[in-house]
């Protein structure tokens, strides 16, 4: 999969010079919905026997628009966005930039600049996507900027239980800790990254060795709480559970960590990448009155998650 990477304005040079089927969106989480959007731009390209190409951005609008001071938290950054580009079979990802130059383009040049001199034959998006000036423009005004240069094809909304898919949807769900619910939206489990560090080794001391993760600043954690997981460390996936939290039992005025227990894992990885897989949610952080008490639910929620990874297998 090639990657274009566009700054407005830019050069029509840096064009691949080959007609495209061009499906747009931010495709925050690319979820069930997203992936409805690029399966019926592949459908359209293998019928015209061309590439598959997605315009996406390097960051939210929101960003440019409401002058966001914090960084946003994203479901897929940028680097996993691509990776699920890539496993759904796109030969071609014009990453834009969004600055507020592109946020202030006009909807007639920007279908020019950016649809018309990417030699789109087709344009695929969301029911729900839009373009220029504070989103002026939208599907329902495409066909007619497009002016029979390109077809225009509309996704319609995907249903999950009765509510429309959507990255807002799962943000919120994340927030409230449900993560089981998230699966179905995403078509597969939530997934983050991070790095593993040290931490205070106490896990270890209670029969409970942790990795520390230390997860992108743009990236989502669900709410704090305890979780059945998934790692992926060195190429294999280990089962466990993840506490989010300020481990309140040991004092008022912790950091928020990220500690995951591995079952049957007790090798030396710092330094490394991991990916973790956010599979239920077990319970809320607790301050326990001392660390038998601890313990004590430390094997509760151990069977729990040992009894929930089993039924993965099944």
Sequence with gaps: ??????????QLSQIDKEPVVLA???FDGVHIGHQAVLQRAAKKAQQEKIKLAVLTYNQHASIVFSKQSQPLKYLTPTSQKLEIFADMGVDLVYMVEF???LAQVPPTQFVQQYMVDLHAMAVVAGFDHTFGPADIANMSTLPQLAKDRFEVLEVQPILVQ????ASTKIRALLDAGKVELVTPI???VYTTTGVVVHGDARGREMGFPTLNIVTPVDERLPQDGVYVVEVLVNQK???GMAQIGYNVT???GRAQTLEINLFNFTDLVYGEQVKIRWHQYLRAEVEFSGMPDLMEQLVLDQQRSEAYLNTLSD
């Design 186 to 188: 995403l078509n597969r």
């Design 24 to 26: 747009m969106g931010f």
């Design 250 to 252: 040991f004092g008022a």
């Design 162 to 165: 009765g509510t429309e898919a």
């Design 99 to 101: 600055t507020s130059a």
């Design 237 to 239: 996936w280990y089962g």
């Design 1 to 10: 999969m090639r990657i274009i990477h566009l700054h407005h304005p830019y």
